[in-house]
């Protein structure tokens, strides 16, 4: 057996159970525990589909950064207190399993048809990475996705002062009347 | 590389699935943000998959995208779930019925 298969099915099993884990744990600090588990198996499959920069990429942004992020907030809140179970939708949950099931089943189909369950990867990527993949990432990046790029910097910035603006407090207004009221009463 | 491409796609889509379940059944925001976080990532291994099958690198350079993206919405989201705490004083998205007729 290869050894890629042999990674494949000791880490696709796993990062199942742990999106599972994540399904039903009640505790959103384990949920989050959990997620990153998945995160690192997802890694390890981009770098055995010859991705090493996306794996680096995803051990960084995603495992480390973003899910700070995520158990920063639980912690910020307090929600580690535990979901409330109870269903307000009648049925939302026996529809959504079902949907669920024939959703997965509907993806094995259309990808048996469409390219088989037998085909494998064409030999050959190392030459599409040359020299390296960061190199070969960053040739088709900067060459065929420029424009792209620079939108998401915009983005990024955006992104970074709408957090600052949901996130601050808002202090109330005060009136010059008021203000001269305090420097009074203070003098 | 002997695993068939398949194999990854199938996962791809049973890990999608899984996210769109959580983000059916539970409450809790900060938990459905989470599952979105799957989804997001089920997704990009499959055009990582497929950038391996096609032997281009686009497809890793849209899953490198579309983890920028994940990141700046993962920034707005906690905000937003931030100042819904602090309006309401729960993340439970039931509690959040202020449209409801």
Same mark, same amino acid.
């Given at each position: 057996?290869?050894?890629?298969?042999?990674?494949?099915?000791?880490?696709?099993?796993?990062?199942?159970?742990?999106?599972?884990?994540?399904?039903?744990?009640?505790?959103?600090?384990?949920?989050?525990?959990?997620?990153?588990?998945?995160?690192?198996?997802?890694?390890?499959?981009?770098?055995?589909?010859?991705? $090493?920069?996306?794996?680096?990429?995803?051990?960084?942004?995603?495992?480390?950064?973003?899910?700070?992020?995520?158990?920063?907030?639980?912690?910020?809140?307090?929600?580690?207190?535990?979901?409330?179970?109870?269903?307000?939708?009648?049925?939302?949950?026996?529809?959504?399993?079902?949907?669920?099931?024939?959703?997965? !089943?509907?993806?094995?189909?259309?990808?048996?048809?469409?390219?088989?369950?037998?085909?494998?990867? $064409?030999?050959?990527?190392?030459?599409?990475?040359?020299?390296?993949?960061?190199?070969?990432?960053?040739?088709?990046?900067?060459?065929?996705?420029?424009? $792209?790029?620079? !939108?998401?910097?915009?983005?990024?910035?955006?992104?970074?002062?709408?957090?600052?603006?949901?996130?601050?407090?808002?202090?109330?207004? !005060?009136?010059?009347?008021?203000?001269?009221?305090?420097?009074?009463?203070?003098? | 590389?002997?695993?068939? +491409?398949?194999?990854?796609?199938?996962?791809?889509? +049973?890990?999608?699935?899984?996210?769109?379940?959580?983000?059916?059944?539970?409450?809790?925001?900060?938990?459905?943000?989470?599952? %979105?976080?799957?989804?997001?990532?089920? #997704?990009?291994?499959?055009?990582?998959?497929?950038?391996?099958?096609?032997?281009?690198?686009?497809?890793?350079?849209?899953?490198?995208?579309?983890? %920028? #993206?994940?990141?700046?919405? #993962?920034? %707005?989201?906690?905000? +937003?779930?931030?100042?819904?705490?602090?309006?309401?004083?729960?993340?439970?998205?039931?509690?959040?019925?202020?449209?409801?007729?």
């Amino acid at each position: 057996m290869p050894l890629d298969n042999v990674v494949f099915w000791v880490f696709a099993p796993i990062s199942i159970a742990s999106a599972i884990g994540m399904l039903l744990m009640r505790n959103a600090v384990h949920a989050a525990l959990f997620l990153v588990v998945n995160f690192f198996c997802l890694a390890v499959f981009y770098l055995i589909l010859d991705a $090493p920069f996306l794996f680096a990429v995803q051990i960084i942004v995603y495992a480390g950064a973003i899910m700070v992020l995520f158990l920063f907030v639980i912690m910020l809140l307090g929600v580690d207190r535990g979901d409330d179970l109870r269903e307000r939708l009648v049925a939302q949950r026996p529809l959504a399993i079902a949907l669920a099931i024939a959703f997965v !089943v509907e993806i094995t189909l259309a990808v048996r048809a469409g390219i088989g369950f037998s085909t494998l990867a $064409p030999d050959g990527f190392d030459a599409v990475n040359q020299p390296g993949n960061a190199q070969a990432v960053a040739r088709v990046l900067f060459r065929g996705y420029f424009f $792209p790029f620079e !939108v998401t910097s915009i983005l990024l910035i955006i992104a970074a002062i709408a957090a600052m603006v949901l996130g601050q407090r808002k202090a109330r207004a !005060v009136t010059q009347a008021e203000l001269e009221a305090m420097e009074v009463g203070s003098a | 590389m002997r695993t068939p +491409i398949a194999y990854f796609i199938v996962l791809s889509g +049973i890990l999608f699935t899984l996210g769109t379940l959580g983000v059916l059944l539970r409450k809790n925001a900060l938990l459905i943000f989470m599952s %979105v976080e799957l989804q997001l990532n089920a #997704v990009n291994l499959a055009l990582v998959a497929f950038s391996r099958m096609h032997l281009e690198v686009d497809g890793q350079v849209i899953a490198f995208f579309s983890m %920028v #993206v994940a990141a700046a919405e #993962v920034v %707005v989201g906690l905000a +937003i779930i931030v100042a819904v705490y602090r309006r309401r004083g729960t993340v439970d998205v039931d509690q959040a019925r202020g449209l409801a007729g």
